[in-house]
């Protein structure tokens, strides 16, 4: 989101390809945390802390080739759309080479290669588990009329016939998100947005890839990470942050089955405040 | 010596099926009531009264006919000094008995020449707009109703294209009515004080001029009546919704051509000038500044302001190139102007958390409208929802016009433009508040009449053009308007009208031309045509009804991507889906259903349900659709933070908030 409000021209195709992403990662929140839900787990949320080279949670060293070595440089700091942050989201976005063999599992996350092969240990696991599963536990439906192909966004049933429903979730947001195989696949017509898309057939993958390769990037706002005391820009980032933890906790109470009342305005209200710090010469500070 | 005026302005009729009628509401949709208890503004008035409100019991007669709204028109006095500027924050109204400059009023004599131009005018153009209009286009500029000619001003078409009932002029101590019909005289208020009849007016009505007319919901008997209410002030009521069609060589009727066009069919609305003369007990006579009326359709949601208003169009046309505020725009917008939050930035805020009620906004969606609308006056704009104007789509330029949610207004735009957009006058004061520079306070206030030429004009559609309900984009022509308003003493926004010699009509010839066009010089002129009566009607959808059947949600035009996605055309103006009060319980809404509904409008397609899928249906069946009003003002017990359909006589069944598809 701190990218995308970096950008001015919203007219741009890089604004727009991001923007999607944004509005599809909000649905991947929304489908992880029912399934999450269906095994009993209460999703928790908090204020990430972001900066430095380490992406959280994925080790690249270990997929082969690296792919490090070619999206460099990349940071995670939170900064406007530059080639930095476009490099940042390939390598989160990266898609598993398809090598159809078992992915290797692992009890800490951070041994992964790829957010893909995490997640093919989490098919795996759920695969393991799924006697445990649990239809109409907490479940969130917030998307279902923008994606009128798609044919349940919740779980609903137990066991088997759950597992089934917890694996077309975690299959949308693959598909959506690094893309299937090497990338160059697109989004299946049941997984793309019906209502308000944007090269719907664009994996996150593939958009970012896109962007990287534009012979300019779009024009964006600057800011300084620490602005002065009291100047506009420093309460901005307040405001960000103040507003970004009560988010945290609306995400909270929606997939924690108190309706998350409040989501919709509070939700808006992040895009605005980041908006505002990069007018007012501010790096959004999240935390 | 003194300034008169009629008010307001442009007065807006409304056409029902009952004799009985109720009046234009007075007070502006989107603003609180006067005090405590008041509901909000927008609702019409009581007739016979001079500001109570209707209720639900009010919008139908006794059996079941839905009742017109009158445009009712008052005359104000100014002083002479300081009518070159505006608001004048002044003027007093002038009634029968009321003591002028040391006379006393004894009479008024109004004269009113409603018209309808519709069948012999243009073809909207869907792509173009305005623009169709411009030299260079002149080729794909297609007259309506080409098997009567080409030429819009020849005699002979105008007479059988032009419906022309002719001026009639009434007294305000007049207790009858006097009908635009084709059996009543004639008439005008001549400069000596008297009624003069004009027994030679060629009055023009299509059973006149062609025979074995379709008539499958009567015939165009009339234009609508005058009336005048005791203490001399004019009602103008519109007619009766009547649409009519041609048959053809074979003895079938004209097919509907589509949505907004169709050759062949007539409807009973129109517009035309509104004037006054007041008669002295000394016997001398002073005239006063003229109005306009325009009649049209119902108000189905009185109360639910349009994101971009009529009035918001006007005034930016104004400010923009007719020099109104220079403290606003001289040049360019000022950045050291401070708008007033409660007049021109609160008005807005409200109408965004109005549109659920004719729309199916998803809960979160209307949560965050509803935060919109809680800003107040001393709220640090970083601290809203709005920071930033994040997702206000951008009117400057032909930059954001095709980008679609989350940027808002999440409607459909003008001809050419995908997306709606906020008039650049409003967004610019949206952009002064996001800076912190917007006033809490009131801004100069208003003279009475002042505040009813605001107030009618912002209970009107403005925003997508296309055509529109009430008027079109010709409201952005500054050449509409009279320029010289300073020096004439009329006071802004009047239309610029062609004087009319009533002692020159002869019964051989139409007294109308084809009257104004856009872009276009007049002959032996270097503007357009000064406008005529009908001269604004003749721009919007022919008929009426299958215009504003269609336009509940569309796709985006031009669809490049063949996007599928619906969105709302004027969901203010034109309910699509309303909360019914008979299905709230216990304070709970019940489910949304379509406003227009019930037998002849199921589709399996989205993209076309709400509708009647046989345009005729639209022409038989407008009538039955109910109105949606505040809950205060609703028979029962209603909550005043309910806005809901009543006296609806259509049924159906439930639907699911947007986004929503068509099928293709």
Known sequence: ?287 | MSVFRVHPAIGIARVGTSDEFYLAPETMAGVDGAGPGEPAGGLPIKAGTERVPITSADLRDRYGAMKRQAARFRIFRYPDEGQDRYPTGVGEEVTIGSEVDGKRVADVIWTVHVANKKSNNYWTNTLLGVHVFEPENASVLKVRNPQEGDDPDNPARIRRLVIDPGPRAIRGTDEGVVRFDKATRASFGAPGGEIEPVPAYPKSFPDLSYTGMYTPAGNIETLGELRTEPDGRLLVLAAHGIACGLLQADGTPYPFLGDVESDGWFDDLGDGPVSALLVFEDGTVQDVHGAWVVSTDPGFAPQIRNIVTLWDEVYDTWVRHLDLAREVFDGRFQDAYRPSFPDELQPLFRAVSLQRWTTNLPERAIDAHEAVAAIGPNDPPDETILTGLAYIRDPNGDREQGLGPPLMPLSLGDTGDQFLSVSLTQYFFLQQWDRGLASPDPGPPLGPGEYLDRATMANCLGGRFAPGIELTFIVRDPWIYEHDWRAIGCGPFRIRARPLDYRQAEASRPFLTGGYVPLHDAPHALTPARFEPGDITKFMAIPWHTDYNSCAVHPVWPNPTNATALYWSWPAQRPVTVHRAEDVRDGQLGPWRYSVRGPGTESTNLADTGRYQNMLDAVLNWHAIGFVIQGSAIEGDYSADQFLEVASRLDAPEIHPWPMNETT
């Open chain 1, 1 to 287: 989101m701190a990218a995308l409000y970096s950008i001015r021209d919203r007219r741009s195709d890089a604004y727009q390809l991001v923007q999607d992403v944004v509005h599809e990662e909000m649905l991947h929140v929304q489908l992880a945390s029912n399934v999450a839900n269906a095994f009993g787990l209460a999703p928790r949320f908090a204020p990430p802390v972001y900066g430095g080279p380490t992406v959280p949670h994925i080790d690249f060293a270990l997929d082969v080739p690296n792919p490090t070595e070619l999206y460099t440089p990349y940071s995670t700091a939170i900064g406007p759309l530059d080639l930095e942050r476009v490099n940042t989201m390939c390598l989160i976005e990266y898609p598993e080479w398809d090598t159809d063999r078992s992915p290797d599992l692992h009890e800490d996350s951070a041994e992964y290669g790829s957010i893909a092969e995490f997640y093919d240990a989490v098919r795996a696991g759920m695969f393991e588990l799924r006697a445990h599963l649990r239809g109409g536990v907490n479940q969130v439906d917030e998307f279902r009329f923008y994606y009128n192909d798609f044919p349940g966004m919740t779980i609903v049933h137990d066991g088997d016939e759950g597992y089934r429903e917890a694996i077309r979730l975690i299959d949308l947001i693959t598909d959506q998100g690094e893309g299937q195989s090497q990338g160059d696949t697109g989004v299946a017509p049941q997984h793309q947005n019906t209502a308000d898309g944007f090269e719907e057939s664009w994996s996150h993958f593939k958009r970012f890839t896109v962007i990287r390769d534009m012979a300019r990037l779009p024009a964006t706002y600057t800011g300084a990470a620490d602005p002065p005391p009291g100047s506009p820009g420093r309460r901005a980032q307040e405001i960000l942050v103040a507003d970004f933890a009560a988010f945290m906790q609306t995400l909270e109470s929606l997939f924690g089955g108190d309706g998350g009342a409040g989501f919709g305005v509070r939700m808006a209200k992040i895009g605005g405040d980041i908006v505002t710090c990069w007018r007012r010469g501010a790096i959004p500070r999240f935390a």
